[in-house]
């Protein structure tokens, strides 16, 4: 195997780890409670007919297997902690340790959403400094910490715009969303009652204005518009395209999954944007934890916020905060309790910790590193859009397609590498999408590394293609059969199916 | 700024390699009337010694180490201390959602574990990754019901809890999904005979909570027979998950929406948490949500894919069965510990402590001079007490003391309990004796 142009990673050591269910052996036990100091009672007999027999086939380990058994399968795993994170429109930037130790304070930690408004003063005022910093970044008038993800936010954004529309006597039918628009927009749309109107883009990859003016009419309640768009292309008609809307009584929705390419440079609130939603855990660094959990923040104008998730923060007449339930025209509530609180306390220790200084300077390099790796990989890669990058840029496999090798197969690669592949086939208006979003938590040192892993890559693709097409050959397993895991799915362990284990 | 690795000279460097003579000339295609032309309105750059002490201050104006009575959807177990230990490793809290498997099998050998569990414990065929939360899931079980049997109706029993029905009221409202309530009897219960009448040719499903919202465990069993003979599904969901230690597992669902926080997970202010979805096999091309399958490699070792993503968003658009595209993945890795820190007989005996302390405080309680509501059906580790003076003064005297009394907006989600005092309490294992003595002589002395 060809490793010598590998500079980044180098092969190790790795544990082997069957299932937990296979260490598992009657007796054994990781837990302890402390002997109860109330009378014992009879489960069978307090339950009746309601009352468990067994507990099939929850393992019995001790503590020292679970914790070398996660450990172990961490070390499967890729992190930001372990390198670049290339994963365009997801912001893969470092997670700063402080704002784990805050969030884990135990006042703020062990905090009933239930408990007493008295008790909960500190609590409600992060969420409030939190709440007049994002305001403040985006430009807009008022703000709900509720929604758990970015797709949540979205529903709930849509779901204003609805509620607005229909205080005025009517919804509307329609949702216009851009054709490089992520998938969450017309699901989003779809769940809020209503159809989807795709919008091309132009030849340059933004909204096509003809296009907009021609699909416009009384029928159309929103347009939801990515800026940067996916493409990573600032949509430098913004306050055009917001005026047309605005015009047929429609409203403007910015989805702010791209926002790490804004802040503290243009406020999407001054520039005709009516509702957006945030990503803490893309803009503001909150952990992606393996998938989740996010924080999806709505940002809206004035005229949405009495429609806004119950309830609300408010300031007293004494100074103190309080929970405000009593909203008549309010949507509702798009889940329990208040948001994702953990990862609002990290989010605003992220802010805290750079000050608009520092907000700045992390968008500039942000934007300073995806133009970078545009321009050292221009040529090397096809870039199919030449308009100007902002946080990220989108490659095409095509010169590499020639020679039957595809996206996916340059990602794979990528892995060898020691890196994450970026996003790959996305957006759909790209064929053979390569769409690589750096953030500004990569050094110079880590993306040439990057640059020349690619480069060499591309030699490959030339030379050796088969060496791509079956990447990754370094990792403890290589390509899975997802056609099966598909057809037949498996999706929980049983008793007496033995599996052959990895190490096998 | 501390967390940016450039130097001044590298970015100097790539702006020279770039073409360009400054960093704002990579911003040009802002239009200048578009841009921000000031400094953020924000405070200033705080070290991370100021940081803490800001958040340590806030943490001050909160109430501390209290002794919690309070339940409602958000129990306060003890969390053994191996959960953050693990999910503090960076390769699972720094990693995203593991699209690329050959470098994220410890993400999605920790999910497939995860959703066995859920399984074993709930008594479903399959489980999906996780849903934002109990609420969020109940309503994603709703609609899954929906997109089943094509039918728009829902039947939701009032013991549900009364936020898991307002986000089912705010996703269904303008999907054509109708809503109806059915209430409940003398011993807590939703009545199958009036859910029997509440279903119409046109239901999809009944939506009921057990341990329900006033700690009563339903009779899952005979729901299901009256909900299955008029062509409906149910959908059971689970609020406090470790009560599965303890009560029968809902087999007879069809859909069961859990909320895994009680696993584990802190109580948070709220969140983050983590829902589930679990069903059976033959409704799992309409489940919502991210699962992890078996499968393997071309050596034929075994590894863990996503999969069925052809029901998602990001290849269906606007016909996916949710527009979900995260799942909780961190906090499914607490339940996941706490699952197996506790394991087969630790969960049960977890459980009977909750009982017992349960089972002590109520009749403390009456003892006391209060009336504890709903005999005749089981419950797990909360129940309604009535008072003779309002529980929020009952609740002020505990304070002193440091103990979070019962829920006491009771009366607002539920005016059918007529005129008097109430209150949801809640103890599980971490509820003293003493504390409990205390309580019950606090209502007998509050006038």
């Not at chain 1, 929970?323 to 509530?333: A, E, K, T």
């Not at chain 1, 997802?482 to 929980?492: D, H, I, M, Q």
């Not at chain 2, 709703?142 to 039947?155: E, N, P, S």
């Not at chain 2, 009977?352 to 005749?376: C, M, P, Q, S």
């Amino acid at each position: 195997m060809k490793t010598d142009k590998i500079r980044k990673a180098t092969l190790h050591v790795n544990q082997n780890e069957g299932l937990i269910f296979e260490k598992s052996s009657p007796g054994k036990k990781a837990y302890s409670l402390p002997p109860l100091d109330v009378p014992e009672v009879d489960a069978a007999r307090l339950l009746g007919p309601q009352a468990r027999q067994d507990l099939g086939h929850m393992p019995e380990v001790s503590e020292i297997e679970i914790i070398r058994h996660f450990t172990r399968l961490s070390t499967w795993n890729y992190g930001v902690d372990t390198g670049m994170y290339p994963l365009g429109s997801c912001t893969m930037k470092y997670n700063p340790r402080v704002n784990e130790f805050v969030a884990r304070l135990p006042e703020l930690a062990e905090a009933h959403p239930y408990q007493p408004e008295k008790l909960s003063q500190g609590t409600l005022r992060i969420m409030q400094t939190l709440s007049d910093c994002l305001l403040e970044i985006c430009g807009m008038d008022a703000v709900t910490l509720q929604p758990a993800a970015g797709a949540h936010g979205e529903l709930t954004g849509i779901l204003l715009v609805r509620a607005w529309l229909q205080s005025q006597g009517n919804p509307r039918k329609k949702i216009l969303i851009p054709d490089s628009a992520h998938g969450t927009n017309p699901a989003t749309a779809a769940i809020a009652g209503y159809e989807i109107e795709h919008l091309k883009s132009n030849a340059l990859g933004m909204v096509d204005l003809d296009a907009l003016r021609a699909q416009l009419n009384e029928d159309v309640a929103a347009l939801m518009l990515t800026n940067p768009n996916t493409l990573g292309v600032f949509e430098g008609e913004i306050n055009r395209i917001a005026g047309m809307l605005h015009e047929k009584g429609a409203l403007l929705y910015m989805d702010g999954a791209n926002m790490n390419a804004l802040v503290g440079k243009t406020r999407p609130g001054d520039n005709g944007v009516d509702v957006m939603h945030l990503n803490l855990h893309k803009t503001f660094s909150t952990p992606h934890g393996g998938g989740g959990p996010g924080a999806g923040p709505v940002l809206c104008k004035k005229i949405l916020e009495p429609f806004l998730p119950t309830p609300v923060i408010e300031i007293a007449g004494d100074g103190k905060f309080r929970l405000n339930y009593d909203r008549p025209q309010s949507i509702g509530r798009v889940r329990a309790f208040y948001g994702n609180f953990g990862m609002l306390v990290r989010a605003l220790a992220y802010i805290l910790a750079n000050g608009p200084d520092g907000l700045r300077q992390t968008t500039e390099d942000a934007v300073l590193g995806a133009n970078y790796l545009r321009k050292r990989l221009e040529g090397v890669y096809d870039l199919p859009y030449k308009t100007p990058s902002m946080h990220e840029v989108v490659f095409s496999d095509r010169l590499q397609a020639a020679k039957g090798v595809k996206t996916g197969d340059i990602g794979k690669r990528l892995i060898d590498y020691g890196f994450y592949a970026y996003t790959v086939s996305f957006p759909l208006i790209v064929h053979g999408a390569m769409m690589i979003e750096p953030t500004e938590s990569e050094s110079k040192e880590e993306l040439d590394l990057f640059v020349e892993a690619l480069r060499s890559i591309a030699e490959e693709c030339e030379q050796t293609p088969e060496l791509v097409t079956n990447a990754p050959h370094h990792t403890r397993i290589s390509r899975l059969d997802e056609v099966t895991a598909a057809r037949k799915p498996v999706l929980r362990w049983k008793p007496g199916e033995q599996a052959r284990s990895a190490a096998e | 700024m501390r967390y940016l690795p450039k130097s001044p000279s590298d970015r100097a460097a790539m702006l020279q390699e770039i073409g360009v003579r400054s960093v704002a000339d990579l911003f040009s295609q802002i239009p200048p009337t578009a841009r921000l032309q000031r400094d953020l309105n924000l405070p200033p750059a705080k070290s991370e010694a100021e940081i803490v002490e800001w958040f340590r201050q806030r943490a001050l104006e909160n109430g501390n180490h209290y002794t919690v009575c309070l339940g409602a959807g958000a129990y306060h177990h003890y969390r053994p201390v191996i959960i953050d230990s693990l999910i503090s490793r960076g390769e699972f809290f720094t990693a995203y959602t593991p699209y690329q498997p050959e470098i994220s099998q410890g993400t999605l050998q920790a999910i497939f574990e995860f959703q066995t569990m859920i399984c074993e414990l709930t008594g479903m065929e399959v489980a999906n990754a996780s849903m934002y939360d109990g609420s969020t899931a109940a309503t994603e079980a709703v609609l899954m019901a929906r997109r089943i049997t094509g039918r728009d109706g829902v039947v939701v029993a009032r013991s549900v809890h009364p936020e898991y029905r307002e986000v089912l009221r705010a996703y269904a409202k303008n999907q054509g999904v109708s809503i109806a309530e059915c209430g409940f009897g003398q011993n807590g219960r939703v009545d199958p005979a009036a859910i029997g009448q509440a279903i119409t040719g046109a239901t999809a499903c009944v939506l009921i909570q057990s341990p329900n919202f006033f700690g009563t465990v339903e009779d899952v069993e005979a729901m299901a027979e009256v909900v299955h003979k008029k062509g409906a599904l149910l959908v059971v969901a689970v609020a406090e998950a470790v009560s599965l230690g303890a009560l029968r597992p809902p087999v007879e669902a069809d859909i069961v929406a859990l909320e895994a926080q009680a696993f584990g997970v802190p109580l948070g202010y709220g969140g983050p948490y983590a829902g589930v979805v679990a069903t059976k096999e033959k409704f799992v091309r309409q489940m919502p949500g991210r699962l992890v399958g078996e499968t393997r490699d071309k050596q034929g070792r075994r590894g863990f894919v996503l999969t069925l993503a052809t029901r998602e968003q990001h290849i269906r658009r606007e016909k996916a069965t949710s527009n979900i595209c995260t799942n909780q993945a961190l906090i499914a890795l607490m339940a996941t510990v706490f699952m197996i820190v506790y394991g087969k007989e630790g969960l049960k005996e977890l459980a009977r402590h909750n009982l017992a302390k349960t089972a002590y405080a109520v009749e403390r309680f009456r003892k006391a001079g209060a009336t504890v509501l709903f005999e005749g059906a089981p419950r797990f580790n909360e129940f309604v007490v009535q008072t003779k003076a309002d529980p929020y003064r009952i609740n002020d005297r505990l304070l002193e003391s440091h103990i979070l009394g019962g829920f006491p907006v009771l009366k607002k989600f539920y005016p059918e309990l007529g005129a008097g005092h109430f209150a949801l309490w809640c103890c599980t294992e971490l509820v003293s004796r003493e504390a409990i003595d205390y309580a019950a002589e606090t209502i007998r002395t509050t006038a």
